[in-house]
């Protein structure tokens, strides 16, 4: 089993910035993919961001590329998000998720994960 628990969301301006934190516990060892996704109200599920287990490569949706970073640190299992530059397109509750079934980065970039936690909201007004 995996337990992840995220924090740091809020509300924000635009432009604005936000860091999520997951802690990660129980089999976390096991995971290929760490990542985020998100949903907002209405729309479907997309992944945000992730890394990859077996060499730290890191993936973005082409909508946040330049403004988040993912980023892992292994001897505290957790990762982060860092979001600046927050639009309003960006809203939504992000979900801290791993995945340990060997999919392709394609299905985790879809949103598809084995784990995920109970995600933390995210608003950006003004």
């Known amino acids: 089993q995996v337990q992840l628990v995220e924090s740091g969301g809020g509300l924000v301006q635009p432009g604005g910035s936000l860091r999520l934190s997951c802690a990660a516990s129980?089999?976390?060892?096991?995971?290929?993919?760490i990542g985020w996704f998100r949903q907002a109200p209405g729309k479907e599920r997309e992944g945000v961001a992730c890394?990859?287990?077996?060499?730290?490569?890191?993936y973005y949706i082409e909508s946040v590329k330049g403004r988040f970073t993912i980023s892992r640190d292994n001897a505290k299992n957790t990762v982060s998000l860092q979001m600046d530059n927050l639009k309003p397109e960006d809203p939504g509750t992000y979900y801290c998720?791993?995945?340990?079934?060997?999919?392709?980065?394609?299905?985790?970039?879809?949103?598809?994960?084995?784990?995920w936690g109970q995600g933390t909201q995210v608003t950006v007004s003004s």
């Open positions: 998720a791993v995945e340990v079934s060997g999919r392709p980065i394609i299905a985790a970039m879809r949103g598809e994960y084995d784990y």
């Open positions: 890394i990859v287990d077996a060499d730290a490569s890191t």
């Open positions: 129980g089999s976390t060892l096991d995971y290929k993919i």
